[in-house]
């Protein structure tokens, strides 16, 4: 769980209840029955014809978690290993925006809430990871697909892009290129917009997604634990647990919360105007 979340998150969140890039090490595997690429991209429409924009996450493999001696990381992003992912996906373009919501769900759960912008492009925010699979089972209701959260495994693939570097633009250690990628505390709580703001407005990764670093916490779909010491394939986490994960920092904490490796977990009932979630399909 987040250590040094600040007390007035904490308690607006129990209220609530109601990355030059890196060389690329990491291998991506093409299909030979597959002839899509990294960056392809589908769109599904939902009702009132709002639009929902996804982007091909090729197979392959990327080493999941933080190098040894990343700045700002945590004991619970290590240890780096070897994580290998046999089936590409579609991941949503952005964070799921409020009109998305509302043409799905019909309703406002951040209607009277704190910190929130009034813009149907906005994240779609006060949504619990249990709001999430509600609005995910009626997406798939009302469109026919298989969509979901990503496993934590795959958003760190995604978020990385083939890089390896502690964001998907660079290491940024004293953060001066991150006001082109993200949305975080300097360019956004400490600039009085205190709000997760409009999708797309930042530069995307390397794969064409965009808001992977901060703006919202994304929910993903596993159950929190530490990693273990070996390679993997294909994790999707335990099989229960206490929290859910979530990934990619936010608008009000510093940059090194928004790193790729950086991790986080809340009870899946938690809501506040720091999550969000973007959905993916196979």
């Known amino acids: 769980m987040m250590k040094n979340i600040g007390l007035l998150s904490r308690v607006l969140i129990a209220t609530a209840l109601v990355w030059t890039v890196a060389v690329v090490d990491a291998a991506v595997v093409e299909s030979p029955e597959s002839p899509r690429k990294p960056g392809d991209t589908d769109t599904v429409m939902l009702p009132d014809d709002v639009p929902l924009e996804l982007v091909w996450m090729p197979p392959g493999m990327y080493r999941r978690g933080a190098y040894a001696d990343e700045l700002d990381h ?9 994580a290998t992912l046999t089936r590409g996906f579609w991941m949503g373009k952005y964070v799921v925006t409020k009109a998305q919501w509302e043409a799905v769900m019909e309703t406002t759960p951040w ?14 925010v006060y949504v619990s990871w249990d709001d999430a699979q ?6 798939n209701a009302l469109t026919g697909r298989s969509f979901r959260l990503p496993t934590e495994a795959e958003w760190e693939y995604a978020a990385r892009a083939g890089t390896t570097t502690r964001f998907y633009w660079g290491d940024d250690e004293d953060y001066s290129d991150m006001p082109d990628y993200a949305w975080f ?16 407005r930042k530069k995307p990764n390397p794969w064409g997604l965009y808001d992977m670093a901060g703006n919202v916490w994304e929910w993903c779909q596993d159950w929190y634990t530490f990693y273990p010491a070996v390679s993997l394939t294909d994790p999707t986490g335990p099989n229960e647990g ?3 994960v979530l990934r990619g920092g936010s608008w009000f904490f ?20 720091e999550f969000g979630f973007r959905v993916v399909h196979d």
């Open 74 to 82: 945590l004991e619970n992003e290590l240890p780096q290993h070897e």
């Open 111 to 124: 209607a009277g809430q704190w910190y929130v912008l009034d813009d149907p492009d906005s994240p779609a």
């Open 134 to 139: 509600a609005f995910i089972e009626k997406v």
């Open 185 to 200: 505390k300097d360019n956004a709580f400490d600039a009085g917009n205190h709000y997760a703001h409009v999708v797309g």
């Open 242 to 244: 206490e929290n859910r």
């Open 254 to 273: 510093y940059g090194g919360f928004s790193r790729s490796a950086r991790r986080d977990d809340y009870p899946p009932i938690a809501a506040s105007y």
